[in-house]
């Protein structure tokens, strides 16, 4: 059974910081480009982050300085360093695989909420 499984949501103030961490079962991550998306209320899923097996980063490009996207092959996570963050950044953000072969699974995280108060 694949699981990917977000950790490290929350509570912050604007400013601060929030470490978010995807770790994936029942799946070889290295087969994978691992991405991170965001859906704040009432607006639509857009993408944070992308990295590929080799580390090919794509950002956001109106989060890009602000956040760092990493994996860790051997391990099976992918993580997101998320600093100075603003009220516009809360969102339930979701991880996300997606099988280097043309056509293969896509699988989801279940979602974790960041919220930024100002």
């Known amino acids: 059974q694949v699981q990917l499984v977000e950790s490290g949501g929350g509570l912050v103030q604007a400013g601060g910081s929030l470490r978010l961490s995807c770790a994936a079962s029942g799946i070889i991550s290295r087969d994978y480009v691992m991405y991170w998306y965001r859906q704040p209320p009432e607006k639509e899923l857009e993408l944070v982050a992308s990295?590929?097996?080799?580390?090919?980063?794509i950002y956001q490009p109106s989060m890009k300085g602000r956040v760092t996207i990493s994996r860790d092959n051997a391990k099976d996570t992918v993580d997101l360093q998320m600093n100075s963050l603003k009220p516009e950044d809360a969102a339930v953000y979701y991880c996300?695989?997606?099988?280097?072969?043309?056509?293969?699974?896509?699988?989801w995280g279940q979602g974790i909420q960041v919220t930024v108060s100002s």
């Open positions: 990295i590929t097996p080799g580390h090919y980063i």
């Open positions: 996300k695989a997606v099988s280097i072969i043309d056509g293969g699974p896509i699988y």
